[in-house]
């Protein structure tokens, strides 16, 4: 960290860097998803015994953290949104490389030039680091990255403030790395922290606040937080507008999940300010990130309509739009969708990535190569090698004597048929049956299942019948043993991940689930964003940009200094644009 402060004079020499340009996140890696789930796990488990939030409730309950966090003596303010953000280098500095300048120019569709300062407050709104929240992970994916581009200020006084909300993967380590950077009033570069909890209340000039919820794991608003706000709902006045800030895009959610529960729980939160007393505060906007990619939703039929912003752009792979429904039904309302980045088309035609699936996600090929070779092992050894045998001398036209002798070796062959039996229900449990219908997935994880298995005795033949039957190598000699291995592993490198990327690019275009999986697979860096927000008399204007391509060459500053000059920015051949992802958004008070 640093001082926050650096005059012209003093300016800081910087020698070398603290932290890694970390590449995206390779989520379909093997010991990923092993440590993934397991953090999961025991920080849900040990969520619901060790809440910390009671314990930052506990430890700062005196009157002054009781306040909300005052800028209301101000004519205006520019605000500054991002969420899901600390990833991949390229991506995740394109947007902190944007929010350090100070200020942007932007040309709307309809031919208009905006300047939009930077934000005097920076808004995380929740995953801020990913794949789990260490204090190595943090410094490499997110504190590295936003200190290059904005290392420090001149005028501590007239620093940009941080707040930040934390998300599922903030809670991984049961919140314990994300206090320490948010909420002991430290420095991140250029930006300020104050918070002493993972909750926030601010109030903006004229009518506005700006509330940021933790929701923990489970979309639950703990006592102590309610406590807290209910102080702040006192303190406000009828009518007030409050801009809203949570982990989940639950509006969303609720349209196609099985579970409604997140969007019970905001809609109770809600309700409880919206309709307490008579105070009847206004959640104009709500936003949330959790998807990562921008859709707006407007109320439908009214003249100054609520909005439902996700803006998860920060940093993380992209998300889909094209699965979100074009109408939501949310607080007895209708909202109908506004604008989405990436566009539905465009969405749609990036799933065809997932076949190139066995060339982008070579570890999780890696392990089912692995699992080829055990197999043929297995079938290879004992009582049941003689159907290696048999299969090395079959072509096409013997399959119909091979197949039932297969059947046959397998009823023989506890071990064998247990084996293909995890394989496919490990590919079953796969399948994303959090649907309110969830047949389809049922059906189609089945299918998926059935074809792995498939596959998996159809490379055992092949590679059985090439080295043996055509080739006519000895499959006991040294070379037919390494043949054989090598191309068992080898199909089972193309064969389980073209199976597996075809299966996420039917799921996620004809069926809408997979979401996660299907987009994670290639690690989407493009289609970045992040919102400009101005506070003033007239209103709340809301600027979505969005960087469609993040640049992939950045050339680094050969003489860094502590200030407001980036240490990075992009090479001269590389062209990096951003723009509006729609007109700018009028919300009056």
């Known amino acids: 960290m640093n001082s926050g402060e650096v005059s012209n004079q003093e300016k800081k020499k910087v020698d070398s860097l603290d932290f890694r340009r ?5 989520w379909f890696s093997p010991s990923q998803l092993a440590k993934t789930g397991l953090q999961a796990v025991v920080s849900s488990v040990f969520g619901n015994y060790a809440d910390k939030r009671e314990t930052q409730a506990a430890l700062s309950n005196d009157e002054e953290s009781l306040k909300p966090y005052d800028f209301s003596d101000r004519e205006e303010i520019w605000l500054d949104y991002v969420s899901d953000l600390g990833s991949g280098w390229n991506s995740t500095y394109s947007v902190a490389y944007l929010l350090g300048r100070k200020e942007l120019n932007i040309q709307s569709f309809n031919g208009k030039d905006y300047d939009l300062k930077r934000g005097d407050i920076l808004v995380m709104g929740g995953d801020e680091v990913y ?3 260490t204090p190595e992970e943090y410094k490499n994916r997110l504190v590295g990255p936003y200190r290059s581009s904005l290392s420090s200020v001149q005028d501590s006084d007239s620093a940009p ?4 909300i934390p998300g599922n993967h903030d809670w991984y380590d049961g919140l314990s790395s994300f206090m320490k950077l948010f909420c002991q009033q430290r420095w991140m570069g250029g930006w300020k922290t104050r918070q002493n909890r993972s909750y926030f209340a601010i109030k903006l000039p004229g009518n506005w606040w700006l509330w940021g919820i ?15 706000f209910d102080r702040m709902c006192d303190l406000a006045k009828k009518g007030d507008n409050v801009i809203l800030c949570t982990a989940e895009p639950s509006w969303s959610y609720q349209e196609y999940q099985k579970s409604d529960k997140p969007y019970q729980n905001l809609k109770f ?7 307490k007393g008579e105070k009847e505060l206004n959640f104009s906007l709500i936003l949330a990130g959790d998807l990562h990619h921008y859709v707006s939703f407007r109320e439908k039929g009214s003249e100054n309509p609520k909005w439902r912003i996700t803006a998860g752009g920060g940093g993380a792979f992209l998300h889909p739009t094209h699965q979100i429904p074009d109408t939501l039904n949310f607080e007895d309302s209708v909202y109908e969708k ?10 749609r035609r990036m799933a065809f990535k997932n076949l190139l699936f066995p060339f982008i996600n070579v570890r999780f090929g890696s392990f089912f190569a692995l699992v080829y070779i055990l197999f043929g092992w297995f079938v290879s050894a004992g009582n049941s090698g003689s159907l290696v045998t048999q299969m090395a001398s079959s072509g096409l036209s013997d399959l119909g004597v091979l197949i039932p002798s297969l059947f046959i070796t397998l009823l023989g062959s506890p071990g064998l048929s247990i084996f293909l039996a995890l394989i496919f229900f490990g590919i079953l449990a796969l399948a994303d049956t959090n649907r309110k219908k969830p047949l389809s997935s049922w059906i189609a994880g089945i299918i998926h299942g059935a074809v792995q298995v498939t596959f998996l005795i159809a490379g055992l033949w092949l590679v059985a019948y090439i080295v043996n039957g055509i ?5 006991l000699s040294v070379w037919g043993i390494v043949l054989f291995a090598a191309g068992i592993g080898l199909s089972g490198w193309l064969l389980n991940g073209f199976a597996m990327g075809i299966y996420l690019m039917i799921c996620i275009l004809v069926l809408k689930t997979h979401d996660t999986e299907a987009f994670s697979s290639f690690r989407g860096e493009d289609y970045k964003s992040f919102v400009r927000m101005h506070v003033n008399s007239d209103g709340l204007t809301i600027y979505p940009i969005t960087i469609p391509k993040v640049c992939r060459n950045w050339q680094e500053v050969e003489e860094k200094f502590e200030g407001e000059d980036p240490w990075f920015i992009p090479a001269d051949e590389e062209e990096f644009k ?4 729609e007109d700018p958004i009028n919300i009056r008070p």
């Open 338 to 347: 506004s604008q989405a980045s990436p566009s539905n088309k465009e969405s």
């Open 269 to 275: 939160f809600k309700d409880r300010y919206a309709l």
């Open 22 to 26: 970390e590449k995206m996140v390779d």
């Open 578 to 581: 951003y723009s509006l992802i």
């Open 161 to 164: 403030t941080l707040f930040a």
């Open 131 to 133: 794949p789990v929240a």
């Open 214 to 228: 933790d929701i923990q794991l489970h979309a639950d608003i703990d006592k102590p937080q309610l406590d807290y």
């Open 471 to 475: 080739a006519g190598i000895n499959p």
